[in-house]
Nanobody
Framework: HEQFVESGGGLAQTGGSLRLACVAS????????MGWYRQVPGKQRELVAR???????NYADAVKGRFTISRDNAKNTVYLEMNSVRPEDTAIYYC?????????WGQGTQVTVSS
């Protein structure tokens, strides 16, 4: 079964907010850097944000200042808070390790932002 299960996607209005969650069922979750990725049909999957084991974060320029990545190691969960969303944020969002492992790609969760 899937090592990562994403949830929280859906339809949002431009300027609105969503909170995505990813529950991990892997060993040593707290020792790994985790990332949120997104993909639009016909385009390459891109790294949106990442958080390391001591809480250090990095963001893609496209989402900097709008999205926040965080983790709860006690719950083996990583979150992505999406604020001030735009139509160009529409994509399937995935979580995985960073660097990613191919076998850990899951189904993702669809985010659609209307204008």
């Amino acid at each position: 079964h899937e090592q990562f299960v994403e949830s929280g996607g859906g339809l949002a209005q431009t300027g609105g907010s969503l909170r995505l969650a990813c529950v991990a069922s892997i060993k040593d979750f707290s020792r790994n850097t985790m990332g949120w990725y997104r993909q639009v049909p016909g385009k390459q999957r891109e790294l949106v944000a990442r958080v390391n084991f001591v809480g250090g974060v990095n963001y893609a320029d496209a989402v900097k200042g709008r999205f926040t990545i965080s983790r709860d190691n006690a719950k083996n969960t990583v979150y992505l808070e999406m604020n001030s969303v735009r139509p160009e944020d529409t994509a399937i969002y995935y979580c995985n390790l960073h660097p990613y492992l191919r076998q850990y790609w899951g189904q993702g969760t669809q985010v659609t932002v209307s204008s």
